[in-house]
């Protein structure tokens, strides 16, 4: 997804790396319930009693779109953008079998051009990702915070024990289809192409989430927002804004098979030195890996990408953590678009075939 620009001190991901935070958004609906009053008195239960309150002011601030688009005082590039949404929804039910329900019916209006931040957090010393349990969505390995001073403690407190961390901020989440999610500002500063696909990208998790798999979960909307949207350009005649996509999406499958290959790098390089006493030898092994990676990353695969800037191989953050974050979004993307071409192209039963073949895996 395209970030919206951070206020400072917080770096973009890097540039055209379209993290999207999805299934965290769930915790919101619980911390409205019960589950967050019997665990008030906890970590997660005071987290949770946060996060409603911060979704309760987003919500609190919704205006329905239609309103929007019919009121003369909306600018003209604001109400394509809305009327884009509406359009991008309507597709995503009526021709890829998305339950919309009432979600991005609604828009709010950020008083901050950062939605929420998102920590991830890694060893040092091995691919082992720091995970975080919620009630429903299970554990997960990130988190979410609508508050800067919050999430720079939670990083502070990863970082003193040792491990790698990752904050990045992120436009938009999903709540799965439990509240009215609105479309939110920050996501209209995103391009058409990004609008459309951050539309069908949360939308796909109304349709299916399954607990406890966030790889499994992010990486297949981000295989059903990029092609849905590059299907709903393509209905509508704008073969620029679909090829567009398309061009985003070669991207995104270049990059996953890169850091695929750089994790299984790491994992062979840790696993040569085993135990307590091999921690300064894979230290020096990950060095050595994240070295051969920012070579690969300037010399070859960057010059590959067309969509992201050229300083993305060489300023691109190389750690654990980072690592962990982006195979998220970007595992098995090419195995995804197998099952698309066998299905002829036809998307909507691509996305039942994704999940009816995971569903009998688990």
């Known amino acids: 997804m395209a970030l919206a620009r951070p206020a400072k ?17 769930v915790a919101l609906l619980i911390a409205c319930g019960g589950a967050a009053l019997l665990t008030a008195g906890t970590r997660t239960g005071r987290y949770l009693v946060r996060a409603a309150w ?49 979600a991005f019916t609604k828009f709010t209006q950020l008083r901050s051009d950062t939605l929420v931040l998102v920590l991830s957090g890694a060893a040092r010393d091995t691919l082992a990702a720091v995970t975080w349990w919620f009630p429903v969505v299970g554990r997960v390995p990130y ?27 992120a436009p938009a989440f999903s ?3 439990f509240f009215n999610d609105p479309l939110l500002s920050t996501t209209l500063r995103a391009d058409s192409a990004d609008v459309a696909n951050t539309v069908v990208h949360e939308l796909t998790h109304n349709r299916y989430y399954a607990s406890g798999a966030a790889a499994f979960n992010e990486s297949f909307a981000n295989f059903v927002g990029a092609r849905g949207a590059a299907a709903f350009f393509r209905a509508r005649g704008d073969t620029v804004n679909a090829e567009r996509c398309d ?37 020096e092994a990950r060095d050595s890996v994240y070295a051969w990676a920012r070579r690969q990353l300037v010399d070859s695969v960057g010059p590959q990408l067309v969509t992201y800037p050229p300083v993305y191989a060489s300023r691109t953050r190389l750690d654990n953590a980072a ?12 195995a ?24 009998a895996s688990r």
């Open 9 to 25: 001190p917080f770096p973009l991901a890097g540039a055209g790396m379209r993290l999207r935070w999805g299934s965290i958004g």
């Open 247 to 283: 061009r985003r999406w070669e991207d995104e499958k270049r990059l996953g098979e890169f850091w695929t290959r750089v994790a299984d790098s790491l994992e062979a390089a840790y696993a040569v030195h085993p135990g307590a006493a091999g921690r300064a030898s894979r230290l």
């Open 323 to 334: 690592l962990l974050a982006r195979r998220v979004y970007m595992t098995d993307l090419a």
């Open 175 to 177: 709540t799965l289809g």
């Open 336 to 359: 995804f678009d197998s099952v698309w071409v066998r299905e002829g192209h036809d998307l909507r039963r691509a996305i039942a075939r994704v999940i009816a073949d995971h569903r």
């Open 54 to 102: 911060a979704e309760g002011r987003i919500l609190r601030a919704r205006r329905a779109i239609t309103d929007i688009v019919r009121d003369p005082k909306t600018d003209a590039v604001m109400r394509g953008k809305l009327e884009l949404v509406l359009a991008a929804r309507a597709f995503a039910a009526d021709s890829l079998g998305l339950p919309t329900r009432d």
């Open 143 to 169: 988190k979410g915070f609508f508050g800067v001073k919050e999430a720079q403690r939670e990083e502070a407190r990863l970082r003193g024990r040792g491990f790698d961390t990752y904050l990045r901020p």
